[in-house]
């Protein structure tokens, strides 16, 4: 029991030190995760398993949704995208379709490398900037 709270203490302040990119990271891990449990729930045939996991990706998504500024139009096509993958994970949930999370799970993968690419140069332009 202790080494949980422990994990929990030290994921409790990785997210209270993180810069606003690596929380977006850190959000696009935990939904890609919950995902790929869901999945293999499904192919376990664990429903209730699978089920949880969806419901919480789709909370991780709410919260992706949540960090948006809706004033500029990346945010816009991002929140249609969040939208559709929202959408997606019910029905997988509905249908206990792992092919419908499968394809939503590389999107997010794609979207999450992307975001890395975008975290890591902002830090370097920060570093170049700040010499």
């Given at each position: 029991?202790?080494?949980?709270?422990?994990?929990?203490?030290?994921?409790?302040q990785?997210?209270l030190?993180?810069?606003p990119?690596?929380?977006?990271l850190?959000?696009?891990?935990?939904?890609?995760?919950q995902?790929?449990?869901?999945?293999?729930?499904?192919?376990e045939?664990k429903?209730?398993?699978?089920?949880?996991?969806?419901?919480?990706?789709?909370?991780?998504?709410?919260?992706?949704?949540?960090?948006?500024d809706?004033?500029n139009?990346?945010?816009?096509?991002?929140?249609?995208?969040?939208?559709?993958?929202?959408?997606?994970?019910?029905?997988?949930?509905?249908s206990?379709?792992?092919?419908?999370?499968?394809?939503v799970?590389e999107?997010?993968?794609e979207?999450?490398?992307?975001?890395?690419?975008?975290?890591?140069?902002y830090?370097?332009l920060?570093?170049v900037?700040?010499?």
């Amino acid at each position: 029991m202790n080494g949980y709270k422990g994990y929990n203490q030290y994921r409790e302040q990785q997210v209270l030190t993180a810069s606003p990119g690596d929380l977006i990271l850190m959000l696009y891990d935990g939904v890609i995760r919950q995902i790929r449990l869901a999945r293999a729930a499904i192919a376990e045939q664990k429903p209730g398993e699978a089920g949880t996991a969806l419901v919480k990706a789709q909370e991780i998504i709410d919260a992706l949704i949540d960090s948006l500024d809706l004033d500029n139009d990346l945010s816009t096509h991002l929140l249609k995208l969040y939208e559709f993958f929202n959408r997606e994970l019910v029905e997988s949930n509905i249908s206990k379709d792992s092919g419908r999370a499968l394809a939503v799970e590389e999107m997010l993968s794609e979207l999450r490398d992307t975001w890395e690419q975008v975290v890591r140069s902002y830090r370097s332009l920060n570093r170049v900037v700040g010499e």
